[in-house]
């Protein structure tokens, strides 16, 4: 993906664009699934940006989420970014960072699995 200024002859490389599908998802403990697809590889910049959304989304649902809820994230580098952590903590994100691959111990690895079985990026 190329930008330019306005007016401007020459593009810059922001963001390399990848042909696939990225996705990011928070699963509640009702089942309940906020899903992100996207065509760019996963950052901390995308992942803040789905934060912000998930915030907005469960601000939505109830303002008092935050007492009765904790995000756990798997230990990514992009989840554990200074970015990241200070978008969590800037909305007052109650949050955990497992370690990096620990798949057995997130739940949300059941349903990245279950979807992965089909042929998303073919």
């Not at 760019?40 to 989420?65: A, C, F, H, P, Q």
């Not at 949050?95 to 691959?101: A, E, G, R, T």
Request: hydrophobic share 40%; glycine share 4%; proline share 4%.
């Amino acid at each position: 993906m190329i930008w330019a200024p306005k007016h401007g002859s020459k593009g810059t490389v922001i963001k390399q664009v990848s042909p696939r599908i990225s996705m990011i998802m928070a699963l509640d403990n009702f089942g309940k699934v906020y899903a992100c697809l996207t065509h760019v590889n996963t950052d901390s910049t995308i992942m803040g940006i789905y934060i912000k959304e998930l915030v907005k989304e469960l601000d939505n649902e109830d303002r008092d989420w935050r007492r009765s809820t904790i995000i756990l994230h798997d230990g990514a580098k992009y989840c554990q970014s200074n970015i990241t952590i200070n978008v969590l903590r800037d909305l007052r994100v109650p949050f955990m960072l497992s370690s990096p691959h620990s798949y057995n111990i997130s739940p949300i690895e059941m349903l990245f699995a279950a979807i992965k079985t089909g042929s998303l990026n073919d």
